[in-house]
T-cell receptor
Framework: ETGVTQSPTHLIKTRGQQVTLRCSSQSGHNTVSWYQQALGQGPQFIFQ???????GRGNFPPRFSGLQFPNYSSELNVNALELDDSALYLC??????????FGNGTRLTVT | AQSVTQPDIHITVSEGASLELRCNYS??????LFWYVQSPGQGLQLLLK??????LVQGIKGFEAEFKRSQSSFNLRKPSVHWSDAAEYFCAVGAFGSGTYKYIFGTGTRLKVLA
């Protein structure tokens, strides 16, 4: 069984730019969630997608947006990057509300 | 408010010693509880979960956790720590709200193992 894969592994962007992070869900999973993990912190829920629709969002502004595709892969888009957006972005997939399976994350650095 | 507290930021134990990592949660209903482990530069790996039933749950790598409703705790234990257990450990509660199901994580406990 293929696990959750994320790309790229590392990314450096400049403040004000836009970024797209990608995630391939684990085989058989229909739900994808994105989390932001700042240095020294636990992961914070950004949003969740189920059947290509956003069905829940954490305390993140609208410049954080996402997509889920028919094959259950997903993208996280962040516009107008700010320095505080520097973090590890984790994608997690699950089947309905089964336990989350996480990818290894994308380390985003905003300068 | 829903929250998870891990009181210990860092813990150091000797290899072969026993380990207990503390986790306290605040949640209005019966919680779904999880422990994840994160090695440097890696994602989170599920160690164990509690949904219902037996309050002592067994996980991978020899870990176990005990759910105590009266203390709102879900502490992680291992009888004999191995050097490879050095990592960061996160406790999480699965929370329903606003039509979605999300995990609320604690801030983590970093485990150091002395040879």
């Amino acid at each position: 069984e293929t696990g959750v894969t994320q790309s790229p592994t590392h990314l450096i962007k400049t403040r004000g730019q836009q970024v797209t992070l990608r995630c391939s869900s684990q085989s058989g999973h229909n739900t994808v969630s994105w989390y932001q993990q700042a240095l020294g912190q636990g992961p914070q829920f950004i949003f969740q997608y189920y059947r290509e629709e956003e069905n829940g969002r954490g305390n993140f502004p609208p410049r954080f947006s996402g997509l889920q595709f028919p094959n259950y892969s997903s993208e996280l888009n962040v516009n107008a990057l700010e320095l505080d957006d520097s973090a590890l972005y984790l994608c997690a997939s699950s089947f309905d509300n089964s336990p989350l399976h996480f990818g290894n994350g994308t380390r985003l650095t905003v300068t | 408010a829903q929250s998870v507290t891990q009181p210990d930021i860092h813990i150091t134990v000797s290899e072969g010693a026993s380990l207990e990592l503390r986790c306290n949660y605040s949640y209005g209903a019966t919680p779904y509880l999880f422990w994840y482990v994160q090695s440097p530069g890696q994602g989170l790996q599920l160690l164990l979960k509690y949904f219902s039933g037996d309050t002592l749950v067994q996980g991978i790598k020899g870990f176990e956790a005990e759910f105590k409703r009266s203390q709102s705790s879900f502490n992680l234990r291992k009888p004999s720590v191995h050097w490879s257990d050095a990592a960061e450990y996160f406790c999480a509660v699965g929370a329903f709200g606003s039509g979605t199901y999300k995990y609320i994580f604690g801030t983590g406990t970093r485990l150091k193992v002395l040879a």
